[in-house]
């Protein structure tokens, strides 16, 4: 059984039930638990439950201690390539958004990666719009063979790709693999994805147990908040790790709550994801969820990302750049959507030591080196 059919366990219609029904004492009673089932996750997710949120970040707190130290790894993103076939209606790379597309060729990726090197970082996330011509699963390829050179862990955030390509991925030195399904509503995520291979729902809801069954090290999923009602996307993307966690248990499977953030286009989100429920959302996933890693982009503010620090969140990005080429050329494109916290690698690992936490750089190294041609 795969997580589509998990997900008819749980019908939004049940969930909309449920929530409306959660008492004060329901969310008591499952704060004096150790262990939460999918149904004691959901009542963490409820209107009534938000009136607990400093119970729940105090519980959320230690509990991440306990599990991580007072660690936060380091990492940032690097866009190979903006060409995308795609229609969708909230994205800044959306093939019908005039914009001078770009990739990144071999020199490029060595300028690119030696800058961020400079930093100290060693985990890198690698990225594409969705074009099997400009980026195809060899070119991704070549390019994390090029760029093991620099670091020791690369993961990818591209479009979703079959068992076999992911393989061949870990085979070029690739070990953690970042999807977001954007939305599990299945209606919205049709009307939202008006062309191109993305709109296949199901394909893209299955990738991350086939990045899985392919032997990524690391795994991260999450929805896009802001296109569907706050609670439902995070109890499904809850959900979809509490699956893959048990599934495959030597994975490290975590969890992003990305926020819509301005981009090129007009699309305005129907559902805006407020501060308080997103300190909601990632206190609610560390209860549910202890191991699993909780990620914090910046796309959230400076203030926020220093607010929301001790409340579960893992990992950081840091010096991050949504452009192709953005850190080493002057002729950079238009990103895929705006940053808000712009602090350098050295500005967020000082912050993090200000505010007793270990900034940390490096947590992986495979035993084999790749050489490239």
Known sequence: MGFYEVMAEYRPGDLESFIGKVKPDDVRRVLGKQRLSPWD?????????????????????????????????????????????????????????????????????????????????????????????????????????????????????????????????????????????ETYNEALYDSLHLRGPKKNFSFRLNAPER?????????????????????????????????????????????SFPRMRPHAGSFQPGHPASDREMVQAVTALRLFMPRAGITLSTRETEDFRNNILPLGVTRMSAGSCTQVGGRSRDDANTGQFDISDERSVQEMARDLAARGYQPVYKDWEPLVSLDVA
Request: hydrophobic share 35%; net charge negative; charged share 25%.
């Open 41 to 181: 996750y959901l009542t963490l997710l409820s209107p009534v439950a938000s009136e607990f949120l400093e119970d729940m970040a105090r519980k959320a707190h230690e509990i991440t201690v306990r599990q991580f130290g007072k660690t936060i790894l380091l990492y940032t993103p690097m866009y190979l390539s903006d060409h995308c076939v795609n229609l969708c209606r909230y994205c800044g790379f959306n093939a019908s958004i005039d914009l001078r597309r770009s990739r990144l060729e071999p020199e490029d990726v060595d300028r690119e990666a030696a800058v961020i090197a400079e930093t100290g970082l060693k985990h890198i996330l690698i990225l594409t719009g969705e074009s099997r011509t400009h980026s195809s699963p060899r070119y991704i390829g070549d390019c994390a063979r090029r760029l093991a050179r620099y670091f020791t862990s690369i993961s990818i955030e591209v479009y979703p790709l079959e068992t076999d390509e992911y393989a061949d991925l870990v085979s070029d030195g690739v070990d953690g693999l970042t999807l977001y399904q």
């Open 211 to 255: 990045g899985c069954r392919a032997g990524m090290r690391t795994v991260g999923i999450g929805a896009l908040l802001g296109l569907d009602v706050f609670y439902r996307d995070s109890f499904y993307t809850g959900l979809h790790a509490w699956y893959l966690q048990r599934s495959y248990p030597e994975v490290d499977i975590s969890v």
